[in-house]
């Protein structure tokens, strides 16, 4: 058995949530044996801070941290808060879910997304955090009269078109892109 850093998508607005779980490995595959608690460990500081990251990252603490002043249910928060509210937990989401990651990297955790509960996990296949910055550059062409667009991002000395590539959107902002299978940032 080994612990590993899930990140997957919440429910709401296009955020990701993370957890820390124990894994067991079979073949390729991992399998998740349970979510890690503070009751499960007993003198680990370091992971304890993980933990809490990660509890602030959870949809009942974004709801009373950001929303219970305002909204009398968790439920009316999520589905009828305003595009400035909403705005704004996804940036303090994104911030938090950054600390997570930073955190299990520190603790030589092994981090994994699933995009949904159907999805197998690869051992073969962590994300691997990067201090490096991908660059988005956009290329404007006049043709016939038309204007056509091409993304490109700058990743290290090299450029590459997202379509190419397994591109997964962990937080608009701050921006976090995992990009095969590498986590990295962007201005």
Known sequence: MKRILLIQPMKFWQMNSADVFLAKKEGDILTINGKITEEDLENEDDTHFLLKACDQLSEDCLYRDLGARKFKKQETFWNEADELI????????????????????????????????????????PLLPTDDVLTPIMEFTGVDGNINYTLKLSYKDDVMTPCEHILNI?????????????????P
């Open 86 to 125: 909403k705005a704004h937990t996804m940036t303090v989401a994104g911030k938090r879910l950054k600390e997570c990651i930073k955190k299990a990297n520190e603790l030589n955790i092994p981090i994994y997304f699933r995009q949904n509960r159907d999805v197998n996990i690869y051992d073969s296949a």
């Open 170 to 186: 962990l937080s608009f902002s701050p921006a976090i892109v995992c990009i095969d299978n590498h986590i990295s940032s962007m």
